[in-house]
């Protein structure tokens, strides 16, 4: 990405909870994995 087009960009969107779009990327879930990573 150029310097250019970096200074033209106003903003970032995050949808995190499904709002704009729908995700297929499960949450709930990924929580769930990752305390039972941090837990071993």
């Given amino acids: 990405m150029s310097e ?3 200074n033209e960009i106003k903003g970032i969107v995050f949808d995190l909870d499904g709002t ?13 994995r990752m305390i039972e990573i941090l837990e071993d």
């Fill in 4 to 6: 250019h087009m970096v």
């Fill in 20 to 32: 704009l779009i729908h995700s297929a990327i499960d949450f709930p879930k990924m929580k769930l």
